[in-house]
């Protein structure tokens, strides 16, 4: 599993502006001190807490020292590194996401951890914290901010959207590096005045998703019965803001085809109802091995 950043000159981010940063040698290996803010983490399951996980994992195994800063309800520590429970409330528009206000106890923490590299995976407030407490003074500290959010998407138009605006662009335009996940995110962080932007590109476990991973009964639990059928697959989390529900015109001008439904999520029942007659199965939460044989279906022969 492989993943890097490219930067963007239209985003205010030039090719050898990355000179400044450490390379890591077969010879002479480096060793970083990172520490993470992230407002998404276990037990919740989505895009953020896989590409946070993935990402400690790959630290860890590299033989870097991770610290976590994450919302309270999560493990205490990830692949050895420990994760420093934040007291958190669930967010008002969005109950299965929490809110960390920022505490002071988190730059004794980083005081401790000290020196080299410095990131958060943001959506609310904790992520603040990071510039509260990694100061960009400091010139042994990068801020790269990790940017994948639609929090103001979610506000819709209106006073709490031009607000949440105003807060990420300050916060953004005192990182060194700001990391996003897509290019349309870049696009839009770009339209609100936020720069020196780069792209995280996405990586793909290339061993648990092989080919070698397809299955005949899988995919006849995916098409309800019906594996000759031409077979469609969402996989990702049941919510509003992810526009299943628009699959159903997808199968009414596609009759002989049948729509798998992998994930969950707070609106699970309500499309349960508006896909009720129609041919999808929803299969619900998977992981592991059986999510890998799920994922790959449309492409199995």
Sequence with gaps: MTA???????????????????????????????????????????????????????????????????????????????????????????????????????????????????????????GLAGFTTGSPSRPDRDLLPHESSRLPALLQAGLFCGSTWKLMRARHLRADLNLCTSTPMMEELHSHGIDRLALWERAVDAQRFHPSKCSAAMRNTLSAGEPQKPLLLYVGRLSAEKDIATLREVLRAMPETR???????????????????????????????????????????
């Excluded at 994760?83 to 505490?103: G, N």
């Excluded at 798998?260 to 129609?278: C, S």
């Excluded at 199965?281 to 799920?294: C, V």
């Design 4 to 126: 890097g950043w490219r930067a963007s000159e239209k985003f205010g981010v030039k090719e050898r502006s990355t000179a400044g940063y450490p390379k890591r040698s077969d010879k002479e290996p480096l060793r970083m001190k990172i520490a993470i803010v992230t407002e998404t983490f276990l037990p919740k399951i989505d895009g953020i807490v896989t590409m946070v996980t993935k990402t400690v994992e790959t630290l860890k195994a590299l033989g870097d020292e991770v610290l976590i800063f994450a919302p309270s309800g999560g493990p205490e520590e990830l692949f050895g590194a420990q994760v420093v429970s934040l007291p958190s409330i669930p967010f008002p528009f969005y109950p299965e996401l929490r809110i960390a206000a920022p505490r002071a106890s988190m730059r004794k923490h980083l005081e401790r951890f000290v020196r080299m590299s410095f990131t958060y995976s943001s959506r609310r407030c904790s």
């Design 259 to 301: 729509l798998a439904i992998v994930g969950d999520g707070p609106t699970r029942h309500e499309l349960e109802r508006h896909f009720r007659g129609t041919a999808v199965h929803f299969a619900g939460y998977m992981s592991g091995e059986a999510l890998a044989a799920a994922t790959l279906q449309p492409t199995c022969s």
